[in-house]
């Protein structure tokens, strides 16, 4: 099976590279790109949705021109194993999840799966085997209509100079910038 | 100036082909990475803390082992042009930010800054030589401390069957997904 322009050892590698390990997420978000552009027209425009944080956006980021930096990759985290590939002005899409009911069959994905990577390490091969064979049929795949994200829509318009920091802010964000209104990640 | 490992013309390439557009927050970006990296220790590990999602988050996830989907690359969405590197235990970290008032000097880019892009597509090659040309003249560089982000450490755990939607979550979650709490983004 080809993961985008790739051969699976060959996208588990340039994967890897840019996540900086190679784990089962990273061939599970790929097969599931895969199968949620199988089945929508070729050549359209479509954005992503991802359930989960955990590897699979970084699948998205190679495999797609969706990246967290141009807004195009969207993340809901329900920390579930979903990817949702969609056209971005009706919603309309794709999702493609995790059958548990389908991973009885898959002991070591199980197990790897349901104890957040226990001892992933160690039957590491045995698992990847496993995820290159149990492939596509481990996924379920359903229609979907992607809701407006209010948040994602604001626009946030010119930039002004914060009086407080000195530093531009979007004026839409109030008379201070984010960080002055109390929002900064920095401490003493 | 080399960007990474390199040349500012083939970086701008390679980082537009991952953006989907060459974009000056791209070369900004990269400059800044290059900046906050050059007033750190050569050798450690170093997390990256974004505060905008606009176009630098993919500059970081290019030139540091830092992405969205490891963890390592978090977004603290303000709106303000800037980039934190910092050691991840103890958060001691070297920001790097656009500073406005240095931006009088060089009018294509204040301009482009200020008026959020208002036709940079016509200007944009004086533009990108301006951005070369300021390089990191525009920036402040300050040393700071990242709070610890308590949603960033929450341990989700082991994974259950969400017995709504039947797909696997984080129990830490509830007694059901988030999705099916009411979280989904999908519609009818």
Not at 5 to 21: C, R, S, T
Not at 64 to 76: D, E, F, Q, S, Y
Not at 92 to 97: D, P
Request: charge should be negative.
């Amino acid at each position: 099976m080809k993961i985008g322009l790739f051969d699976l050892a060959e996208y588990v590698k340039i994967a890897g590279a840019f996540h900086g390990e190679e784990t089962p997420e990273l061939v599970i978000g790929g097969f599931m790109v895969e199968t949620a552009l199988a089945h929508l027209p070729e050549g359209g425009t479509y954005d992503v949705l991802c359930e989960t944080t955990a590897g699979i956006p970084d699948a998205v980021q190679l495999l797609t021109p969706c990246t967290l930096g141009n807004g195009r990759l969207k993340i809901v985290d329900l920390g579930r194993c979903a990817v949702t590939v969609f056209e971005p002005h009706r919603g309309m899409g794709i999702r493609v999840y995790l059958n548990t009911e389908k991973l009885t069959a898959w002991p070591e994905i199980h197990t790897w799966y349901f104890d957040r990577g226990k001892g992933w390490e160690q039957g590491k091969k045995q698992l990847f085997a496993a995820i290159e064979a149990a492939a596509v049929s481990i996924f379920g795949v359903h229609p979907v209509r992607v809701k407006e994200d209010p948040a994602a829509k604001r626009f946030r318009g010119n930039i002004a100079v914060c009086p407080s920091c000195r530093e531009g802010y979007p004026v839409a964000d109030g008379p201070l910038c984010l960080a002055c209104q109390g929002y900064s990640p920095y401490g003493e």
